[in-house]
């Protein structure tokens, strides 16, 4: 996908994540595995601020059912989600949210079981 290039300096445009929106809906389960998911996760890791409104606008739109990715995603958004700039805690947040509405129960208790830990210990923080 365009949005989770090669490119770590490339940061999306405001309004294209609404542009995305209607393109992620059209993803298969396959692609969001084998292709898109991968580059997003590689993107939050080398440039967080130019993937957030990406990843957030994938996994708020997408259809796909996101159980089997909980884990991957979990790892790179709970460092954004106890950042100190607060549009990244916010971004972060919408996207475990999205992952757990994706996912259903058993996603929503993986995300609490990683992120409270991180969370919760001051050494951490």
């Known amino acids: 996908a365009v949005v989770f ?18 393109f992620a ?34 996994l708020e739109t997408t259809e796909c059912d996101l159980r089997e990715h909980v884990d991957a995603l979990a790892d790179v958004l709970t460092p954004q989600a106890k950042h100190a700039d607060e549009w990244r805690r916010v971004a972060a947040g919408g996207c475990l949210a999205a992952v757990a509405r994706g996912g259903g129960g058993a996603c929503v208790r993986a995300i609490f079981n990683r992120v409270k830990p991180e969370l919760m210990d001051t050494a951490k923080r």
């Not at 994540?17 to 209607?22: A, P």
């Not at 396959?30 to 409104?53: S, W």
Request: glycine share 4%.
């Open 5 to 22: 290039s090669s490119d770590a300096k490339l940061k999306m445009p405001a309004r294209a994540s609404d542009v995305f929106r209607g």
């Open 25 to 58: 809906r059209t993803f298969t389960a396959d692609e969001l595995r084998d292709a898109v998911l991968p580059k997003a996760v590689k993107q939050l890791r080398r440039n967080p601020e130019g993937a957030l409104a990406a990843t957030r606008a994938l």
